[in-house]
C-alpha cells in the first residue's frame, strides 16, 4: 500500500476556478515531515512547503494553502483563483522514520493539474 | 545564486558506453542524492550520501555507481548504461538529511539506444 497517496492523478479546470490537491498519509512516527513540490512542464523541480508534524497550522502564500489535518493524515493544497501558470505535476512527500530508526523520504506518485483558459 | 547544478542536461548515448553525469552544489549542504523519475513510477531514489566519503544505495542502485569525494560534488556513474536506464535524473541536496527541504538540480534527460 502506498504510503503516500495522491488519489487524483490528474486534473481539468478552467481558468479562475479553486483546486484542491489531496494528500494522504500513512505513518507510525510522531516527528515527521510533509513536503509538496511543483514541477511544471519544463521539468525542474521545486519547492513549495515543508511542514513538521507538531505544526498543524494552515499555511497560506498567496493564491497558494496547505491544509494539514492529522487526525485524517492529510496535508491536502488548494490553488485559489487558478492561473495557466499553475499547469503543472504536484509531488506530496511524507519524511518519516522507519522501524530502524532511518529517516526515508517517500513520495507519492503526483497530480497533474492542467489549467485551461 | 543557492543552486544545484547538473550535468549535461540532455544526453543520447547507446548501450555500454560509460557516462557521468555530474552534480554540484554551492550551498554546503551535507546530504546529497539522486533520483530517477519514470512515468507512473514517479520518483525513485538511486543513491544519498550523507557527507563526503559515505555513500549508500537507495530503492534502484543496480546498473549506477557514484562518489563523494569533495562536499559540493556528487556525480552519477553508468558503467555500461542500458535503454532501461532511458530516463529523467534528478540530483538533490539538503542541509542534513530527509527532513529538510530537498533542493533539486534541472535535470538530465538520457536517452539510452
Known amino acids: 500500500a502506498q504510503k503516500v497517496t495522491q488519489a487524483q492523478t490528474e486534473i481539468s479546470v478552467v481558468e479562475k476556478e479553486d483546486v484542491t490537491l489531496d494528500c494522504v498519509y500513512e505513518t507510525r512516527d510522531t516527528t515527521y515531515y510533509l513536503f509538496w513540490y511543483k514541477q511544471p512542464p519544463s521539468g525542474e523541480l521545486v519547492f513549495l512547503i515543508r511542514r513538521n508534524s507538531f505544526d498543524e497550522q494552515n499555511e497560506i502564500s498567496g493564491r497558494y494553502s496547505w491544509n494539514f489535518q492529522k487526525s485524517t493524515s492529510s496535508f491536502n493544497f488548494t490553488i485559489t483563483a487558478s492561473q495557466v501558470v499553475d499547469s503543472a505535476v504536484y509531488f506530496c512527500a511524507l519524511s518519516e522514520r522507519d522501524a530502524g530508526n532511518n529517516r526515508k523520504l517517500i513520495w507519492g506518485l503526483g497530480t497533474s493539474l492542467a489549467v485551461n483558459p | 545564486e543557492a543552486q544545484v547544478t547538473q550535468n549535461p542536461r540532455y544526453l543520447i548515448t547507446v548501450t555500454g558506453k560509460k557516462l557521468t553525469v555530474t552534480c554540484s552544489q554551492n550551498m554546503n549542504h551535507e546530504y546529497m542524492s539522486w533520483y530517477r523519475q519514470d512515468p507512473g513510477l514517479g520518483l525513485r531514489q538511486i543513491y544519498y550520501?550523507?557527507?563526503?566519503?559515505?555513500?549508500d544505495k537507495g530503492d534502484v542502485p543496480e546498473g549506477y555507481k557514484v562518489s563523494r569525494k569533495e562536499k559540493r560534488n556528487f556525480p552519477l556513474i553508468l558503467e555500461s548504461p542500458s535503454p532501461n536506464q532511458t530516463s529523467l535524473y534528478f540530483c538533490a541536496s539538503s542541509f542534513s538529511g530527509y527532513q529538510e527541504t530537498q533542493y533539486f538540480g534541472p535535470g538530465t534527460r538520457l536517452l539510452v539506444l
Open positions: 550520501s550523507m557527507n563526503v566519503e559515505v555513500t
